[in-house]
């Protein structure tokens, strides 16, 4: 029996079980396999231009954020160069105009003096040898420190 079943039963079922699958199983399995290629390459379709599209607006968005702060940068440097230059313009002509009222508070004071000693008596102390312009200007300065510093004048 068992012979009988491995000669002749054995090649009949294993004939039939792939003639079945053949024919039904094969087709179906070729067919869930295409279909699931076919909704990867769908889900692909759509998913790939919409991850392109997010992509593109973040680097576009990144590229814009580091546009923006560099045209900052740039701008708080030219208003720095700016006001140095300003500082710098506002630092010479005030130096210029210090140095034209020195020179005509100079020239001034050089004329008053002069003419205050051209006015000033011409004769002598008999003691310092001094105009008495100058020797009671001498004077006046030596009494002024001596009530400063509280002292009788020598």
Known sequence: VV???AAVVAPVVAAVVA?????VV???????????????VAVVAVVAPVVAAV???????VVAAVVAVVAVVVAVVAAVVAAVVVAAV????VAAVVAV???????VVVAVVAAVVAT??????????MPHFFRDTVNVIETRLAVKLRRPLD
């Open 3 to 5: 012979a009988f079943f």
């Open 19 to 23: 003639a079945v699958v053949a024919a």
């Open 26 to 40: 094969a087709p179906v399995v070729a067919a869930v396999v295409a279909a699931v290629v076919a909704a990867v």
């Open 55 to 61: 992509v593109a607006a973040v680097v576009a968005a």
């Open 90 to 93: 506002v630092a010479a002509v």
């Open 101 to 107: 009222v020195a020179a005509v508070v100079a020239d």
């Open 120 to 129: 000033a008596p011409v004769e002598a102390c008999p003691h310092s040898g």
